[in-house]
């Protein structure tokens, strides 16, 4: 899988990079960041930042199935039960 973060300069891009790779790793999830931008800031002040209640980050967020890759064998066996 892989995740495209799309937006202008200075918008969050990095910052929502970083929360999204934290979480996965969290859960077990081996994430390679390629993001090459070093913020200044910590990741904790650069969320308030884009979480301030006078003007949020706003993000939409869209699937895009490619049907180019193999299936992992968790997702074989999802699809065959979901289609029973």
Known sequence: MIIKIF???????ST???YLTNCLKSKGI????EDSDIPS???HERLQILG???????????TIP??????????????AKKNK
């Open 66 to 79: 490619l049907k180019l890759e193999t299936l992992p064998k968790y997702a074989e066996e999802f699809e």
């Open 30 to 33: 081996k994430v390679v960041n």
């Open 16 to 18: 929502v990079a970083e």
């Open 7 to 13: 937006g202008s300069t200075s918008e969050g891009k």
């Open 41 to 43: 800031l910590g990741l």
């Open 52 to 62: 301030n209640e006078e003007e949020p980050l706003k993000c939409t967020i869209k």
